[in-house]
């Protein structure tokens, strides 16, 4: 079982952020996964430019930079955990930037069968919205949140124990393949709604269409 951390602070290895995510890793090792961190930092993510070639070609983009590469690791995971510092009630700029990226992970639920998990911190502890967009954001890609932890940055240290707690829940997930009723109708209906968008753009869009056609879901 693989867990990917993406870490989105610019800080990288002095993130507050990270402190927090690597006890969530901790509780992952403890449960027996194999763990990978990535900094977005030692990426050069670039906006996307909505020319919508990766819906053409699939994982392709005309930018060349290594951000259809990571894309492709994250698939092989088996668990995602996204952390970020709260940057104005926002995920960074870099994670956005990453997201908008990686619109076919929305238009072909990419996730669909992973789970995924988030961290945010912040001066303020004002970080409830922030974990909602990335539940949001993991469900409009198909993948089911197991769950987030949140932190003022000076009371790290406190929610260290929910933190490894989160790991181990993660993993938890994906070995008994847990359901959540919820998301899962979620995602569903997001399935329903691109599957007309899909089906509108077949003659421009054909690696996707086929990828719907090759999933049985046309």
């Known amino acids: 079982m693989k867990i990917i951390l993406i870490s989105a602070s610019p800080r990288k290895k002095d993130s507050r952020t990270l402190a927090l995510a690597k006890n969530v890793l901790l509780g992952c090792k403890e449960k027996g996964a194999q763990t990978e961190i990535v900094h977005l930092r030692d990426f050069r993510v670039e906006f996307c430019r909505h020319c919508e070639f990766c819906h053409k070609k699939i994982l392709c983009c005309p930018i060349k930079d290594r951000i259809m590469a990571l894309a492709k690791k994250l698939l092989r995971a088996d668990g995602i955990i996204f952390a970020t510092p709260n940057y104005i009630n926002q995920v960074t700029?870099?994670?956005?930037?990453?997201?908008?990226?990686?619109?076919?992970?929305?238009?072909?639920?990419?996730?669909?069968?992973?789970?995924?998990?988030?961290?945010?911190?912040?001066?303020?502890?004002?970080?409830?919205?922030?974990?909602?967009?990335?539940?949001?954001?993991?469900?409009?890609?198909?993948?089911?949140?197991?769950?987030?932890?949140y932190s003022r940055q000076d009371k790290i240290k406190e929610n260290i124990f929910e933190a490894i707690k989160l790991g181990k829940k993660l993993v938890s997930d994906i070995q008994k393949i847990r359901c959540y009723p919820g998301q899962l109708k979620r995602i569903e209906k997001g399935k329903q709604h691109f599957k007309r968008v899909i089906q509108a753009h077949k003659r421009d869009w054909k690696e996707e269409y086929l990828y719907w056609q090759e999933k049985g879901w046309l």
């Open 93 to 149: 700029g870099s994670l956005k930037t990453l997201f908008d990226r990686y619109s076919h992970f929305i238009h072909c639920k990419r996730f669909l069968g992973k789970y995924i998990a988030a961290v945010v911190t912040s001066g303020s502890g004002y970080d409830i919205p922030v974990l909602r967009y990335l539940k949001y954001y993991s469900i409009l890609c198909g993948g089911q949140f197991s769950g987030g932890i």
